[in-house]
C-alpha cells in the first residue's frame, strides 16, 4: 500500500509538474517598483513616500476626480533628486472673469523636489524629505519627511507631513488657529516664488500606508491614513464647496501596462473616486537601430598608390555619406627629410552625422586608408560654420594594427589624440563647394497655463536658406509658415490690472503669429572667426528674430578639452512692427483700438550678457552643465539667468532656466518672474539614421515682458561644442 501511495503521488508530482513550473514563473513574486502619487513623484494616493525612482525615468501623468484634474511630468534627474511639475485644473473655479478668461478653471501651477537622504539597506528604510508646491500659490503647498521599508511583497511607508500633507494635525498644531494652525498660506507678490519662511510650519501629522505587490505582477494595491483633513482646499475656501472627509482611510488599485505605463483607480476621503494614468520612458535606457553604411573595409593596398591619379572626388564623397565629414577639405601633405615633417592626410569638415566622434574618427581614417596612400598619420580638423574647433591625429601604422584586430579589445582611441587645431599643411586635393544650404523643418511653440487659456500654442512650417561668402561671412534667411494656432485667445493687455508699463517685449506675441501667416523670422548677415588658441567671435546685423532686429556681437573663450568656458554677448536691437513685413516701431506709445488702451514698445535699447558655462566634475552632479548670465534685458530689466540641465546616457537632456532682475513680482506681473523647463532629444533616438542634431520641446508657464533674452541664431558655446561634448556626446 505504501509503494502504491508513493508511485500514485510521483505520477501526480510528474503529470503537474508543466503546470507548476508555468505558475511559479507567472506568478513568482515580482520585482518592486516605486509608483506614481495623484499629484506625481513617487508615492502612494495623496501621501509621499520615502521612495524614489530609477536615475532618469520619466513620466506623464494625468490625475481626476470631483474636484481637480491634475497634469504632471515627473522626472529623476539625479540619483538623490525627483523632479515634478504640476498643472492643476481646479473643477468649481474659473480662473478670472468671464470676458477676460472664459470658461478657463482656476489653474495652479507648481513644482515638487524629493530629496533622497538615505538608501535602503537590510536595517534601515529608504529616507527622503520633500517640498511640495514650492512655486505656486499656495494651494497644495506642504513639506514632509518619509521613510518607506520593503518586506517581501509588502512596502511600508510612515512619514510626518507639514502644511497640506498635514493638516489633519494629528501629531501637532492648534486647529483653533485656523485651518492650518496659524501656517502663513498668502503668497508673495503674484505667485510662483519660493516662499521659504512657512516651510515646516503650521499643522503637522503623522501618515503612513502600505503598497502591496500581487503575486500576478501587473496588480498592486495600495492603502494610506491621509494626513490631510481637506478643509484649507480653494475650493472650500474659495469656492464655498463642500469636500467632506467620511474616511482617513484612502484605498487603491494600480495596474500596470507593460513597461511604458500604467492606470489608477482608488477611492478616497471615504466618498471620491479618482482615475488616473501615467506613461512613462527612461531617457537612460533609450536606445534605436540604425540601418548605417556599412564601414569600409580595411584593405591595404600593394603597392603603394599615387597621390596624382587618387579619385579625391570620390574619397570626399565616401568621408561625407560614410564618415559624416560634410563638404570637406582634403589636403595631402609629403614628408619632409630635412625638417622631419610627418607626411599626412588631412581632412577638414563639418560633422554632421556622429555623436559618437570615435566611430566618425574609425570611419573616416578606414576611408583614407582605402586610398593606399602611405602616410604617417590622418588628420581631422572638425569644423563648424567653417570654424575649425578641433584637431584628431590618428597614426597610419598604429591604426593598421586596430583595423587588422591585432590585439585584443584594438580601439581607435589607441591611435589618436585631440587637440587645438593647427593649419592644414600640404597640397589641396579636394575642395569644399557647396557654399548654399537649405531646410525646411516644422517648428512648435507653446506655453502652459495661461488666464485665457490653459494651453497656447502654434504649430508651422520654417523654411531656411544660407549662403556662405568665403569662411567667414554668411547670408541667411528664414520664412515662416503658419498652420495652426490658438494664439487669438491671448488678451493680455498690459497695465492695469497685471503687472506696471514695461515695455511689451513678449506679450505681443498674439500680433507677430496669428496677424501673420507668413512672416519673415531672420534676414541677417554674420561674420565669424577665430583667433588664438580658444577664442571664437562672431558679429551679426539684420532681422535677428520674429520680434526684434538690429546689430550685435559675441565673444567666447574656451580652452581645449575645459570643463568651463566664459563669453559675452551686446547688442543694440529695435522692436519689429508686426504690421509692416520688414518695419520696426518709430514711436514708443502705442495705441490699441479693440481695447482703447495705450501700451509701451521697445524702440530701442542695448541688450546682453556675460555667461560662464560650468559641468561640474562632483559626482553627486553627474553629466550637468550650469550655465549663469547676468545682463540686461528686452524690456532693459537688469539681472541673471541661471540654466540647468542633465544630460541622460541616451543624450536626452533635461533643464530648467530662471531669471531673476531687478523688477518686482508686482511689476512683472503673474509668475512673478520668467521660468522655464525643456527637453532635448537628440534625431538619432527618433530616426534609423545617425544624427548629431537634435529637437527640443519647452514649457513656459506664462508669457510675460521680465527677464527676456534676444532670441540670437547662433551660440559660440554650442558651436564650439566639439572642444568638450555636450550637445553631440555620444551615448553611454
Same mark, same amino acid.
Given at each position: ?51 524614489? @525612482? ?17 497634469? /504632471? ?57 520633500? =517640498? ?99 478643509? #484649507? ?54 536606445? /534605436? ?16 598608390? !599615387?597621390?596624382?591619379?587618387? !579619385? ?6 565616401? =568621408? ?22 610627418? #607626411?599626412?592626410?588631412? $581632412? $577638414? ?30 588628420? =581631422? ?51 569644399? !563647394? ?21 494651453? =497656447? ?5 520654417? @523654411? ?11 547670408a541667411s534667411g528664414s520664412v515662416y509658415f503658419n498652420i495652426y494656432d490658438n494664439y487669438d485667445q491671448f488678451k493680455y493687455q498690459g497695465p492695469p490690472p497685471d503687472g506696471t508699463d514695461l515695455k511689451r517685449v513678449r506679450t505681443l506675441v498674439r500680433s507677430y503669429i496669428s496677424d501673420n501667416p507668413v512672416r519673415i523670422d531672420n534676414l541677417q548677415l554674420t561674420w565669424m572667426d577665430h583667433f588664438g588658441d580658444n577664442f571664437y567671435s562672431q558679429a551679426y546685423g539684420g532681422y535677428l528674430e520674429m520680434m526684434f532686429g538690429g546689430i550685435g556681437g559675441e565673444v567666447l573663450y574656451r580652452p581645449m578639452g575645459s570643463n568651463w568656458a566664459v563669453g559675452f554677448d551686446v547688442n543694440y536691437v529695435k522692436q519689429r512692427d508686426p504690421e509692416s513685413p520688414l518695419g520696426f516701431y518709430s514711436e514708443e506709445r502705442q495705441f490699441d483700438s479693440s481695447t482703447g488702451r ?7 535699447? $542695448?541688450?546682453?550678457?556675460?555667461? $560662464? ?5 562632483? #559626482? ?28 541622460? !546616457? ?13 523688477? #518686482? ?64 556626446? @555620444?551615448?553611454?
Open positions: 500500500m505504501k509503494k502504491t501511495n508513493t508511485f500514485a503521488l510521483s505520477a501526480l508530482a510528474l503529470a503537474l509538474a508543466p503546470l507548476s513550473h508555468v505558475q511559479a514563473d507567472e506568478f513568482e513574486s515580482p520585482v518592486f517598483t516605486p509608483s506614481q502619487s495623484d499629484f506625481g513623484g513617487v508615492g502612494l494616493m495623496q501621501m509621499p513616500t520615502g521612495r524614489v @525612482a530609477k536615475e532618469g525615468e520619466f513620466t506623464l501623468g494625468a490625475t481626476y476626480n470631483d474636484e481637480y484634474h491634475h497634469y /504632471t511630468v515627473s522626472l529623476q534627474l539625479l540619483p538623490w533628486l525627483e523632479t515634478t511639475i504640476r498643472y492643476t485644473l481646479v473643477q468649481d473655479l474659473l480662473y478670472g472673469s468671464e470676458a477676460f478668461s472664459g470658461d478657463t478653471k482656476y489653474t495652479d501651477k507648481g513644482i515638487d523636489v524629493k530629496f533622497r537622504l538615505l538608501e535602503e539597506s537590510y536595517w534601515l528604510p529608504e529616507t527622503s524629505i520633500g =517640498l511640495r508646491d514650492i512655486g505656486g500659490t499656495g494651494l497644495f503647498d506642504g513639506e514632509f519627511i518619509a521613510a518607506s521599508k520593503h518586506v517581501g511583497p509588502l512596502d511600508f511607508t510612515l512619514g510626518v507631513g507639514w502644511g497640506y500633507i498635514g493638516n489633519s494635525a494629528n501629531l501637532s498644531g492648534d486647529k483653533a488657529a485656523g485651518r492650518d494652525c496659524g501656517r502663513d498660506t498668502s503668497y508673495k507678490g503674484k505667485g510662483g516664488q519660493v516662499d521659504y519662511s512657512r516651510w515646516f510650519t503650521g499643522c503637522a501629522a503623522v501618515f503612513g500606508g502600505v503598497e502591496y505587490q500581487t503575486p500576478w505582477a501587473p496588480l498592486r494595491l495600495k492603502a494610506e491614513w491621509d494626513g490631510n483633513d481637506y478643509k #484649507s482646499d480653494f475650493p472650500v475656501t474659495r469656492g464655498r464647496i463642500d469636500m467632506p472627509q467620511d474616511s482617513q482611510v484612502n484605498y487603491g488599485a494600480l495596474y500596470r501596462l507593460g513597461n511604458w505605463g500604467d492606470m489608477r483607480l482608488s477611492y478616497e476621503r471615504g466618498n471620491t473616486w479618482t482615475f488616473g494614468v501615467n506613461l512613462s520612458t527612461n531617457f537612460n535606457d533609450l536606445t /534605436t537601430t540604425w540601418h548605417d553604411e556599412p564601414k569600409v573595409t580595411y584593405t591595404p593596398t600593394s603597392p603603394q598608390a !599615387d597621390v596624382s591619379t587618387t !579619385d579625391w572626388q570620390r574619397v570626399k564623397e565616401q =568621408l561625407a555619406t560614410n564618415a559624416g565629414y560634410d563638404d570637406a577639405n582634403i589636403y595631402v601633405q609629403e614628408k619632409d627629410a630635412l625638417t622631419g615633417s610627418k #607626411s599626412s592626410i588631412t $581632412v $577638414v569638415g563639418d560633422q554632421t552625422k556622429y555623436r559618437d566622434r570615435n566611430e566618425a574618427h574609425e570611419r573616416a581614417a578606414l576611408v583614407l586608408a582605402e586610398t593606399g596612400i602611405n602616410v604617417d598619420e590622418y588628420r =581631422l580638423v572638425e569644423t563648424k560654420n567653417h570654424q575649425s574647433t578641433t584637431e584628431t591625429r590618428i597614426d597610419a601604422e598604429q591604426f593598421a594594427k586596430v583595423a587588422n584586430h591585432e590585439y585584443i579589445d584594438a580601439n581607435v582611441e589607441d591611435t589618436s589624440s585631440t587637440a587645438t587645431p593647427t593649419a592644414a599643411q600640404g597640397r589641396q586635393v579636394a575642395s569644399a !563647394d557647396n557654399d548654399f544650404d537649405w531646410g525646411i523643418a516644422p517648428t512648435l511653440q507653446q506655453s502652459f497655463g495661461s488666464p485665457e487659456a490653459f494651453y =497656447l500654442f502654434n504649430v508651422g512650417i520654417n @523654411a531656411n536658406a544660407s549662403y556662405w561668402l568665403g569662411n567667414h561671412v554668411e495705450y501700451y509701451r514698445v521697445q524702440t530701442g535699447t $542695448v541688450t546682453g550678457h556675460a555667461s $560662464v558655462y560650468y559641468t561640474p566634475q562632483w #559626482s553627486i552632479l553627474p553629466d550637468t552643465l550650469l550655465k549663469v548670465s547676468a545682463g540686461q534685458y528686452l524690456t532693459e530689466d537688469k539681472g541673471m539667468t541661471v540654466d540647468f540641465s542633465k544630460q541622460f !546616457d541616451s543624450g536626452v537632456i533635461a533643464g530648467a532656466f530662471a531669471s531673476f532682475t531687478n523688477l #518686482s513680482a508686482e511689476e512683472f506681473g503673474e509668475g512673478s518672474f520668467t521660468k522655464g523647463f525643456y527637453v532635448s532629444i537628440p534625431f538619432d533616438l527618433m530616426t534609423v539614421k545617425p544624427s548629431n542634431n537634435r529637437a527640443t520641446v519647452s514649457w513656459v508657464p506664462l508669457t510675460r515682458d521680465g527677464g527676456q533674452m534676444l532670441n540670437r541664431k547662433y551660440s559660440l558655446y554650442d558651436m564650439t561644442d566639439a572642444r568638450s561634448p555636450w550637445y553631440s556626446r @555620444a551615448a553611454q
